[in-house]
């Protein structure tokens, strides 16, 4: 059943709003005042808000900014008292769904709210189908075949039929989260759940009432008991995703379950048996945390029997190509776009990148650019900024010794004049900066930008932009 909250401050518009609402099937909850509604509202659970402007105290328009806050998606009606009010137009300006003057025919009011939901409805679909078709496409594939992507892939395809408990550790973004489901997918309990947590994510109460449950009436809220993912999971895979990241006392919590395979839910008494196993990822250097004291060692062995490694994308560049078409393939389906190539040049800049947010961000950047692009191929306009200008020389530096030799002074000059110009770019034009950069002096750098005509260059470009 929909929800609706009715704010207004005279008792007989909220009662005939009520009843008329009612009659058309939706919950309804009437408040008189703003001050009132503000804690409704905040919990965000109204699927349409349907507000008087101009009532004493706060006004309707800081509802609809509250609604607005707790949940975008939220319609909000107002009413307004007269015909042409500034506050009804500011309110469409905030957000509001519509707007209805004082005094309304009936049947005007029900179709308002019945479209207000109805998109909202819409919306919530759209956005949910389109959630499933990535999800789905996400873990469709895991692409590699650089030497170091191989070790992956015979790793997972060793360790996935055992129980060992697996650490993952890399950088942010280097597929860890899909290593994990890989190995629980090629695993013998794969028709059993795959649960996964971000440990770093939740302060202690939470994640430990996550992790093990809880019984009734342990704390406040707990009204009934809940399971925790160390049961959900029972005979399938649970995923510790960012161990790194948790307190000391969470440590020796997870320690106690590693060893004894046993939890007990939190405020219960029972210990229950859990047969489930355990894969943690980290983007922290483990070891070294352990050294600073920052990670219990115990802990740290009982889950490093196996680790993999994920490379970084800059140490596996070869693979870059094949990621990248394979991105391009993804988001043309998700939008409906009939893109099938990427230029030569957006290769070249896509493999030249340094990539520090890797994998997760080379699929950004194509999202980006087939959201962007309008031809059937990806072009190196189409690529966000940082990947167009590059990071390496380009291959025009490469060294090539032709036959019939080369003017060294002449590649020297422009190798100097391509370095310049990148440091500029990064120093956003200040030459003092971009000369310590490249560990120049700042009068020969400015000498040489001269030479170049590369603040120039700066200034036309700027002209044009
Ligand atoms: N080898 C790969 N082939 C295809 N897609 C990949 C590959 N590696 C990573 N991805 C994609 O990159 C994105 C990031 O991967 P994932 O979430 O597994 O990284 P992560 O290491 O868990 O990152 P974080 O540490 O930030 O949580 C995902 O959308 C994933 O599908
Ligand atoms: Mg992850």
Known sequence: MDRVLIVDDEKGMRDFLSIMLKKEGYAVVASESADKASELVGKGEFDLVISDIAMPGKSGIEILKQTKAANPDTPVIMITAYASTESAIEALKLGAYDYIIKPFDVEEMKTVVRNAIEKRRLENENRALKRELKEKLRFDEMIGDSPRMREVFDLIAKIAPTNSTVLISGESGTGKELVARAIHAKSPCKDRPFVSINCGALPDELLESELFGHARGSFTGAVTAKKGLFEVADGGTIFLDEIGDTTPAMQIKLLRVLQERRIRRVGGTDEIEVNVRVLAATNHDLEQLVRQKRFREDLYYRINVIQIRMPALREKPEDIPKLALHFLVKYGRIMGKKITRISEEAMRRLTDHDWPGNVRELENVIERAVALEATDAITADSLSREVRSGGRPAPEFAIVLSDGGIDLERQLERLR????????????????????????????????????RLTDRKEARANVG
């Open 417 to 452: 004049e391509h370095y310049m110009e990148e440091a500029l770019r990064r120093a956003q034009g200040i030459q003092t900066r971009a000369a310590e950069i490249l560990g120049m002096s700042f009068r020969s750098f400015r000498y040489f930008a001269k030479k170049y």
